[in-house]
Nanobody
Framework: QVQLAESGGGLVQAGGSLRLSCAAS????????MSWYRQAPGKQRELVAL???????NYADSVKGRFTISRDNAKKTVYLQMNSLKPEDTAVYYC????????WGQGTQVTVSS
């Protein structure tokens, strides 16, 4: 019923930038929150950034000041602008959308070389 299609990942040198996109299709009701998570090999999945239905944002301390989450309601899309990337940002990034259910994207690989 609902699918989240992610794009924008890739290989970038330290200090570079990437912009991730996650476009939703299907029936979504009132959105409570949209967020980005990431998971590195051998590590637990962690919350990177979140935007609520009211527009409030929260960021992990490790990315605050470097990453920005935003959305386009008309396109049902959430974005993650990532600047000043570091090797420790390397992970698979997953988008998440919550209405009265929770939906996950398929993940997109971000690799940052030093």
């Amino acid at each position: 019923q609902v699918q989240l299609a992610e794009s924008g990942g890739g290989l970038v040198q330290a200090g570079g930038s990437l912009r991730l996109s996650c476009a939703a299709s299907g029936r979504i009701f009132v959105i409570k929150a949209m967020s980005w998570y990431r998971q590195a090999p051998g590590k637990q999945r962690e919350l990177v950034a979140l935007i609520t239905g009211g527009g409030s944002t929260n960021y992990a301390d490790s990315v605050k000041g470097r990453f920005t989450i935003s959305r386009d309601n008309a396109k049902k899309t959430v974005y993650l602008q990532m600047n000043s990337l570091k090797p420790e940002d390397t992970a698979v990034y997953y988008c998440n959308v919550e209405d009265f259910r929770v939906y996950w994207g398929q993940g997109t690989q971000v690799t940052v070389s030093s």
